[in-house]
């Protein structure tokens, strides 16, 4: 049952606010006749219930550790209005104050944008997830405490919030119930972005309270800017990697390809998320294989932090963001090559080449471009050469939010897919109406407590049925499909949502990135380069 | 108002035409109008997703909205040439004001009001809409080398920021915060 009917309803000291049941989740499609075991939702412990603050929905992303004292809230609430005063001052937030104050002031809440959010639905209609729910409360917290709107007025505009620890905890926790994937502000008629007041009210708790999930903040930005990586992974394991792939390609393919480091004064930069370098090399190695079959003048980068493309800021703080983004526009400017490409990694699309445009200058203003349409013009225009008939199975495509609906890059994958895929299936919807996978904004490595069970079942929901819905004419097990996600942290969800509903089995869907499939095509491979065990 | 007799079948071609579009004009906005604000009041009060998220504000222009379009519509019975509404802004205009009937004193004071109170509303960003909403949504504009954008995002860079996170050093500005961690390592390689 929900309790939370109204926005009012966040002061009620019930736990949790909205109850998460399976049976209330959105419908999956009954694919054949073994319908789809849906695993139960784990809760969370006596003690971890103790520790944090999870009185939202029952899940815990950040976990909010709860204050010991009466003045240790009382200052986390001062603490708190400082930094929302501190987003609406050009000083500190001059980089999205625009669009922030419009969507605060335009939205009619005319809720066009609630069945747009795949959240929203897939949870059942919950009413803390629509889009219009956060923004609502921030701008009521803000009508009251910033703007100090007298009793009457308050009361016109329904501003009557209490503000304590719970509502505080509450809102950051919901905060991260948002894949900022804009979905919403795409149907919007006035162009009102819910999705980014999502991310500023993260920056409110990251860049004023410190408070962050774990794996974004001190396993990812700072690990990243002292380390190298988000991965853990240095300049010298990167050293072994590569060697490990160039053996690699050699069992593959037959042929030695040096795969180029540090080469300066090349064309092209190729920016990986090192997640690719750990978890699916193959994508990095047929990048290479690509590359070195269209003689690009290119390199990767072993400098610290020119190997990871990944930028979490773009998730939840504007000063980590800036700091990578310098980090990696300054490993481009020491090689002096003439431009960067953005491999398979949609963040980094976002981070990089579009919120960094408002960053980097003068010489730090390299040109930053996807790879995607590089790949297009090696394969249509005939650089490589490719037999379709060697990718005669079922592919449908995954469209990476920020790649389609930010950059609107939508056709040079298509156009590729199309030329070396026969068998090639659209999700509904696709293009810059897609679904985002679920694991958008930093809920694809976000581990912590009984959270990945909440980002599998609701945020990941529509897209594991749009998934079975472009495979529902050949689900037979026998016949292999591909899941093509240009995009790591997609492929990292797909990847969760195949292995939790048991779909390699059932139906024989696996997944992997664009590049596999382009060299799977090429006509002087003699083995199949996708490798369908495993 | 120029001496041109405004009314149907007046000697001058002019008069019959702005006698014809004032009452195409009027009529139809304050039919249409009428429909518009009671249909919206009607809207927000059934749809529960609606009414959840209305404030008592809303209610309040709706309801104003709805006082002028009627008040509009009746006065107009009285004044089916709208001569005295055209008097009456002819004297407000060379300060020789007149005397009106109270209906349409009724309707003059709540456009008045109206006219004041709209841009308290949301009303008017729909004009702004037609101008920004692709500025708002997708500012795309390159940040080329040398162009006025680069010295404004130049400019951005020099402010300080006050925010007290526990990675930010107090009283820097964005630039000497993006560059910060270069500038340790390259301290320490030095070391």
């Given at each position: 049952m929900s309790?939370?009917?109204?926005?009012?309803?966040?002061?009620?000291?019930?736990?949790?606010?909205v109850e998460i049941n399976s049976k209330d989740l959105m419908h999956l499609p009954n694919v054949a006749d073994s319908s789809i075991q849906e695993p139960l939702l784990k809760k969370?412990?006596?003690?971890?219930?103790?520790?944090?603050?999870?009185?939202?929905d029952g899940f815990?992303?950040?976990?909010?550790?709860?204050?010991?004292?009466?003045?240790?809230?009382?200052?986390?609430?001062?603490?708190?209005?400082?930094?929302?005063?501190?987003?609406?001052?050009?000083?500190?937030?001059?980089?999205?104050?625009?669009?922030?104050?419009?969507?605060?002031?335009?939205?009619?809440?005319?809720?066009?944008?609630?069945d747009?959010c795949p959240v929203y639905v897939a949870s059942g209609r919950k009413?803390?997830y629509?889009?219009?729910?956060?923004?609502?409360?921030?701008?009521?917290?803000?009508?009251?405490?910033?703007?100090?709107?007298?009793?009457?007025?308050?009361?016109?505009?329904?501003?009557?919030?209490?503000?304590?620890?719970?509502?505080?905890?509450?809102?950051?926790?919901?905060?991260?119930r948002?894949t900022?994937c804009?979905r919403?502000?795409?149907?919007?008629?006035?162009?009102?972005?819910?999705?980014?007041?999502?991310?500023?009210?993260?920056?409110?708790?990251?860049?004023?309270?410190?408070?962050?999930?774990?794996?974004?903040?001190?396993?990812?930005?700072?690990?990243?800017?002292?380390?190298?990586?988000?991965?853990?992974?240095?300049?010298?394991?990167?050293?072994?990697?590569?060697?490990?792939?160039?053996?690699?390609?050699?069992?593959?393919?037959?042929?030695?390809?040096?795969?180029?480091?540090?080469?300066?004064?090349?064309?092209?930069?190729?920016?990986?998320?090192?997640?690719?370098?750990?978890s699916w090399?193959e994508?990095?190695?047929?990048?290479?294989?690509?590359?070195?079959?269209?003689?690009?003048?290119?390199?990767?980068?072993?400098?610290?932090?020119?190997?990871?493309?990944?930028?979490?800021?773009?998730?939840?703080?504007?000063?980590?963001?800036?700091?990578?983004?310098?980090?990696?526009?300054?490993?481009?400017?020491?090689?002096?090559?003439?431009?960067?490409?953005?491999?398979?990694?949609?963040?980094?699309?976002?981070?990089?080449?579009?919120?960094?445009?408002?960053?980097?200058?003068?010489?730090?203003?390299?040109?930053?471009?996807?790879?995607?349409?590089?790949?297009?013009?090696?394969?249509?225009?005939?650089?490589?050469?490719?037999?379709?008939?060697?990718n005669n199975f079922p592919v449908t495509l995954h469209d990476p939010?920020?790649?389609?609906?930010?950059?609107?890059?939508?056709?040079?994958?298509?156009?590729?897919l199309?030329?070396?895929s026969p068998q090639f299936i659209e999700m509904e919807p696709h293009?810059?109406d897609n679904y985002c996978c679920g694991g958008g904004?930093?809920f694809a490595?976000m581990g912590?407590r009984n959270f990945p069970d909440w980002r599998i079942h609701i945020s990941g929901r529509m897209k594991l049925k749009q998934i079975l819905e472009a495979f529902k004419d050949v689900q037979d097990p026998e016949i292999k499909k591909y899941v093509c996600a240009p995009c790591s942290n997609c492929k990292g969800q797909i990847r969760d949502l195949i292995n939790t509903y048991g779909l390699q089995e059932k139906y024989g869907i696996r997944y992997g990135g664009l590049?596999e499939l382009?060299?799977n095509?090429?006509?002087?491979?003699?083995?199949p380069?996708i490798e369908w065990e495993g | 108002?120029?001496?041109?007799?405004?009314?149907?079948?007046?000697?001058?071609?002019?008069?019959?035409?702005?006698?014809?579009?004032?009452?195409?004009?009027?009529?139809?906005?304050?039919?249409?109008?009428?429909?518009?604000?009671?249909?919206?009041?009607?809207?927000?009060?059934?749809?529960?997703?609606?009414?959840?998220?209305?404030?008592?504000?809303?209610?309040?222009?709706?309801?104003?909205?709805?006082?002028?379009?009627?008040?509009?519509?009746?006065?107009?019975?009285?004044?089916?040439?709208?001569?005295?509404?055209?008097?009456?802004?002819?004297?407000?205009?060379?300060?020789?004001?007149?005397?009106?009937?109270?209906?349409?004193?009724?309707?003059?004071?709540?456009?008045?009001?109206?006219?004041?109170?709209?841009?308290?509303?949301?009303?008017?960003?729909?004009?702004?809409?037609?101008?920004?909403?692709?500025?708002?949504?997708?500012?795309?504009?390159?940040?080329?080398?040398?162009?006025?954008?680069?010295?404004?995002?130049?400019?951005?860079?020099?402010?300080?920021?006050?925010?007290?996170?526990?990675?930010?050093?107090?009283?820097?500005?964005?630039?000497?915060?993006?560059?910060?961690?270069?500038?340790?390592?390259?301290?320490?390689?030095?070391?």
């Open positions: 309790i939370c009917k109204k926005v009012e309803d966040i002061n009620r000291g019930i736990d949790p606010l969370l412990t006596e003690e971890q219930k103790k520790e944090y603050e999870c009185s939202l815990a992303a950040i976990g909010v550790p709860r204050p010991k004292s009466r003045q240790e809230e009382e200052e986390l609430v001062r603490r708190f209005l400082r930094g929302v005063e501190k987003l609406f001052s050009k000083e500190d937030n001059w980089t999205f104050l625009q669009p922030l104050v419009h969507s605060l002031e335009y939205c009619v809440k005319c809720q066009l944008c609630s747009s009413e803390i629509r889009p219009t729910f956060r923004p609502e409360l921030l701008r009521r917290i803000v009508n009251k405490y910033i703007k100090k709107q007298g009793r009457f007025i308050s009361r016109l505009t329904r501003s009557d919030i209490e503000l304590n620890f719970t509502v505080i905890a509450r809102l950051a926790e919901l905060a991260y948002c900022l804009r919403c502000a795409q149907v919007c008629p006035i162009g009102v972005d819910n999705a980014l007041i999502s991310r500023e009210i993260r920056k409110i708790f990251s860049q004023e309270l410190g408070i962050a999930p774990r794996e974004i903040h001190e396993l990812g930005t700072v690990q990243q800017l002292k380390i190298g990586s988000t991965t853990g992974m240095t300049p010298p394991a990167l050293e072994d990697i590569i060697s490990f792939m160039e053996e690699d390609i050699k069992e593959k393919t037959g042929k030695e390809i040096k795969i180029p480091v540090d080469k300066k004064g090349v064309d092209v930069l190729l920016l990986h998320n090192a997640g690719e370098f750990v090399p994508n990095i190695e047929a990048f290479a294989i690509i590359f070195h079959a269209a003689s690009i003048s290119w390199t990767l980068s072993s400098e610290l932090g020119g190997y990871d493309g990944v930028n979490y800021g773009v998730w939840y703080d504007d000063i980590q963001m800036a700091r990578i983004a310098v980090r990696h526009a300054q490993v481009a400017k020491d090689l002096k090559v003439k431009k960067i490409n953005v491999g398979e990694c949609g963040h980094a699309h976002k981070a990089f080449i579009v919120i960094a445009d408002r960053v980097l200058t003068g010489d730090l203003n390299i040109p930053r471009e996807s790879a995607l349409p590089l790949i297009e013009d090696l394969v249509c225009h005939e650089k490589i050469r490719v037999d379709p008939g060697k939010c920020n790649i389609v609906r930010l950059m609107g890059i939508v056709e040079p994958q298509r156009r590729i199309r030329k070396i293009g810059v904004s930093g490595i912590s590049v382009v060299a095509a090429m006509v002087d491979i003699p083995k380069f | 108002m120029l001496g041109i007799l405004v009314t149907y079948g007046s000697p001058s071609i002019l008069g019959n035409v702005i006698y014809g579009l004032t009452l195409a004009t009027g009529v139809v906005s304050f039919v249409s109008g009428l429909f518009g604000s009671i249909g919206i009041l009607i809207k927000r009060l059934i749809d529960k997703d609606l009414r959840n998220y209305a404030t008592p504000q809303n209610y309040f222009t709706y309801l104003l909205l709805i006082a002028v379009f009627l008040s509009g519509l009746y006065s107009w019975y009285f004044d089916p040439m709208f001569s005295v509404y055209r008097n009456f802004w002819r004297g407000l205009i060379t300060f020789k004001p007149i005397g009106v009937e109270s209906a349409t004193a009724c309707h003059i004071l709540l456009f008045a009001f109206l006219l004041i109170y709209l841009p308290f509303t949301r009303s008017l960003h729909y004009i702004t809409r037609l101008f920004g909403f692709l500025l708002i949504r997708w500012d795309d504009k390159p940040n080329l080398r040398g162009s006025m954008l680069e010295k404004k995002v130049e400019e951005m860079l020099n402010l300080k920021i006050g925010w007290n996170g526990p990675h930010i050093k107090p009283h820097s500005t964005w630039k000497e915060l993006a560059s910060e961690a270069i500038v340790q390592e390259k301290k320490q390689a030095i070391k």
